[in-house]
């Protein structure tokens, strides 16, 4: 950089400063430490004070930021310093601030469902309407693929939700349809094998993962909940796992952690008789941790995410691991042995002429 172009840069650093006075709206504390580590970079060099005490809260925070920033060259700082500023002073003047309203971003990559972040949280929503979200092979692997990344991604929590009417009606039935009689061992060794790994990755997944139960749910997606750590329920939602009506067999882990959670005697009802539950049952028999009313149901649910994932981001995660490790072995070897036993279930005739009646019309749940 010429000696020129670093005076102007100087010039307008030094206006920058000024600018910065005249934020009318707060930045956010975030924001504050950003701009008190990029100027003391610009105006200091690399942070060599010795780190402040634990319990010096401010101090250490400020320290922190301005560490972070290693050796960024004093010109870069006051480039990043100027820019920002800049971004505010923009931000303001189109009527909001960064930290008030952060963007939403959409990931790219996905058909049958939207994943988007937002506020630290990675929204993952089933997104086949018109067939009421069920759940086909892509849609699988897309919900593994999405989990994997939010697993990783900048977010404090996940959240798993429906786009419309229902949250989901469960596995399309399609999966199983227009299979040559020659191929039906191989659809259901490979159904096995993707189920599997679909339910291993939400056992696995590291962070809270909320589901956002908007409407009817049936069969996986109803099994499901008793692997995410809350469940807010619409009281238009409805809570069915009809095995035995399609000559199948509980999933999700379902056959382990639905006694634990509602007793052996009402987990019967469900996964053996068919018992559809209401939001309200399903809140009292432990499934669903609150409903909402449907009116209200996106606001109040979105709001109190919202606080929940301005929580501390590692605390979070860590205390979800922990809770989550006494059981993980367990819920795998649960997770392998329903994925057998559904194997078979598939080819068995009761299951075959379930699916049959179903694209005959003459059943519907
Ligand atoms: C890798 C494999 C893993 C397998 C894991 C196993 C999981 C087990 C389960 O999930 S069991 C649950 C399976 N789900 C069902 O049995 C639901 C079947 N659907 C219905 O009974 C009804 O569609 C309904 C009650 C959900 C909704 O009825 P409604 O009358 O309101 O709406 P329509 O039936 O007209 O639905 C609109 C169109 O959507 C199609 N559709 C809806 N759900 C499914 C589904 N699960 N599978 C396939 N198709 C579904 C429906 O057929 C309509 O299509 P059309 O317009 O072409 O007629």
């Known amino acids: 950089m010429t000696t020129a172009t670093m005076q102007v840069s100087q010039k307008d650093f030094e206006k920058a400063q000024e600018q910065l006075k005249l934020l009318k709206k707060d930045p956010g504390n975030e924001t504050k430490l950003k701009l008190y580590a990029l100027f003391k970079q610009a105006t200091e060099g690399p942070c060599n004070s010795p780190k ?3 319990l010096d809260f401010v101090k250490k925070a400020k320290w922190d930021a301005w560490n972070s ?3 960024l060259s004093q010109d870069n700082a006051r480039q990043k310093y100027t820019e920002l500023v800049s971004s505010l002073i923009s931000a303001e003047s189109a009527g ?18 939207i994943v988007t972040t937002k506020n630290n949280i990675t929204k993952i929503m089933f997104n086949r309407p018109e067939r009421k979200n069920a759940i086909n092979h892509q849609m699988y692997r897309e919900i593994i693929k999405a989990l994997h ?3 990783k991604d900048d977010s404090t929590i996940a959240v798993i939700t429906g786009n419309g009417e229902y949250y989901t009606s469960g596995n399309d039935l399609n999966n199983f349809a227009n299979v040559k009689p020659n191929e039906m061992e191989k659809m259901a ?16 997944f590291p962070k809270p993962l909320i589901a956002v139960v908007n409407g009817p749910a049936i069969g996986i997606s109803v099994t499901l909940l008793g692997l995410c750590d809350i469940v807010y329920a619409s009281d238009r939602a409805t809570f ?4 035995s009506q399609l000559g199948q067999s509980p999933e999700g882990c379902s056959s382990y952690l639905f006694p634990k959670i509602m007793g052996l005697a009402k987990a019967n009802e469900m996964l053996l008789f068919n018992k559809k539950l209401t939001a309200a049952q399903a809140c009292a028999w432990g499934l669903v941790t609150e409903v909402f009313p449907d009116g209200t149901f996106q606001k109040e649910v979105w709001e109190r995410l919202k606080a929940y994932a301005s929580l501390p981001k590692n605390s979070l995660a860590v205390s979800k691991q922990l809770l989550r490790s006494m059981e993980k072995e367990k819920l795998h070897a649960v997770n392998s042995k329903e994925c057998e036993v559904l194997k078979e279930r598939w080819l068995s005739d009761e299951c075959l002429n379930a699916i049959v009646s179903f694209f005959q019309r003459k059943s519907k749940l």
């Open 189 to 204: 060794k490979d159904g096995a094998v993707l189920l599997k790994e679909f339910v291993s990755s939400f056992i696995d």
């Open 149 to 151: 990344e939010a697993g």
């Open 240 to 243: 069915h796992t009809p095995f």
């Open 96 to 113: 909001q601030t960064k930290d008030a309203s952060p963007e939403e971003s959409r990931h790219g990559g996905y058909e049958t469902i």
């Open 52 to 54: 402040p005490g634990m």
């Open 69 to 71: 920033l290693g050796n």
